[in-house]
């Protein structure tokens, strides 16, 4: 165990076991409350109850001295390497998983196996409630806690041992086996609570792990250090193969996770946003994002960075190399020097996209690279892009590129290049979407820094296309209501 405490992040993927252990609990609770014994539970309860001598002579000491002599070392074994955080996260678990095994003990009122079954007799004195079993909730929630601070090979026999003994109150006499599940699932459901509260340890690679997995993978010559840019979602890095710049992008379980919470989010927010299904796997997530830079590059005729390849990096984390460009976000530029015919050339990049089916909906200034030496455009990060979609969905780039390039240069400017390369007619379809639900946090956070700015690009479209305020509704993208006109 180290003596240098962990970096900690909230890791998203805790809101997904919270949100699966809830309803399941709930099912068991109304299990529980029948008033009659399945066959399926009675039969299992014996199974373990009348196993013969040998085991239960095993089990049962197990079951009292070894689940207090872990609860007490969890805390104190921490405590003596000078980790109060790990102590901390174990103690807060534990209480917590007592605290609400014990609740719902009260609430469900479900007797000891003694008075639901024939021919049982405990091993020891116990008063209360049997559903949940405290034991096994403080146990597992101990235990997983534990286990993330163990190595890896360790982790799986910490749970495991938990549950072994967890299971020894049946053997006692004193739980029923849907009481130790429930007991279980008390258990998740505090040690997910506790981590998502306050952090669970950071999973991110560092540059000298990833260099090694990329060197493992065929790359040659591969320096890296992290990258100190806007990059949602995923860790990146920057450094050299072969002499060569290149951007490494890597995206585990706990990036697709977030994902998939931001992707439900917006699903329960917001209606007509064309958002995709998140990928089921991080694999599939990063090869999806390479296919479609791939895609934007060799069949739309984009300027975008070549996909070098993909690689596993570790369990559930992969990587996509892809080469890195001489150049500078447009976000990063002053005002001054973005032209109109900076304007235009982005613009440019993005009909391409457009006229091959491809939407990149994340078109944000950081998005878009302005190569140092021949001030041309680049378009990056392809992770939220689409391909084959209908024209209809092409006003998500539109008004994120008109709403963050206005951040920089104006409502104006910015509209009036936009009407230079769509036309009056696309540029007519986009303001009913011109609102901060459409575009992408970073830009509406530009955007309201620069208090009614948003107003201002609404009126510069209706301006451009000689269009009444009244004769254009809003589109109707959240949930609750609002007014219909702007």
Sequence with gaps: MQAVPN???????????????????????????RPNISSTESSLFYLFYNLPKLFADILAPL????????VISAFIVPMFFKRSDISARIALAS???????????????RARPDQLLSGVSPSIDVSGFGFPSSQAAVL?????????????KYRKWLVYSSLLVSLGGITLGISMPLDIIAGWLVGFFCYSLTLLAIGSPSRKITAEELTQRLLDGGMKEVHLEPASVDARGSVPFFGTTKGKDIFVK????????????????????????????????????????????????YKAGARVPEVIGVYKVAANSYAMVTERIDSTGLDKISSAEITD????????????????????KDLRAANVMIENNTSLPWLIDFGFSECA??????YRDNVEFIASSATKVG????????????GKDTLKSAIPYMQYAALSGATTTDLKKKKGLIDSIRKEMLAAIRLEEKKVERAKIKRVSYPKKF
Excluded: C
């Excluded at 079951?63 to 872990?70: C, D, G, H, N, P």
């Excluded at 304007?343 to 993005?350: G, H």
């Excluded at 979609?389 to 092409?394: L, M, N, T």
């Design 7 to 33: 970096k900690y992040d909230r890791n998203p993927v805790y809101v997904f076991f919270l949100m699966g252990s809830l309803p399941l609990l709930w099912v068991l609770s109304l299990l529980a409350r």
């Design 63 to 70: 079951a009292l001295v070894v689940s207090i002599l872990a």
């Design 95 to 109: 209480v917590l998983a007592y605290v609400i095994s014990s609740s719902l003990q009260e609430l469900v009122t």
């Design 140 to 152: 597992l929630a101990g235990a997983l806690v534990i286990s993330v601070y163990a190595s890896r």
């Design 250 to 297: 890597v995206f585990n379980q706990d990036n697709n996770a977030a994902d998939w919470l931001f992707k439900l989010i917006r699903r329960i927010q917001y209606r007509r946003l064309e958002d995709e299904v998140p990928s089921i796997t991080p694999k599939r997530a990063i090869e999806h994002e390479a296919y479609l830079t791939m895609l934007a590059k």
């Design 341 to 360: 015919k900076t304007l235009d050339l982005v613009w440019e990049q993005i009909k391409k996209l457009h006229a091959y089916n491809i939407i990149h």
């Design 389 to 394: 979609v209908d024209k209809s969905a092409f």
């Design 411 to 422: 409502a104006k400017k910015a509209v009036a290049a936009a009407k230079k390369a769509l």
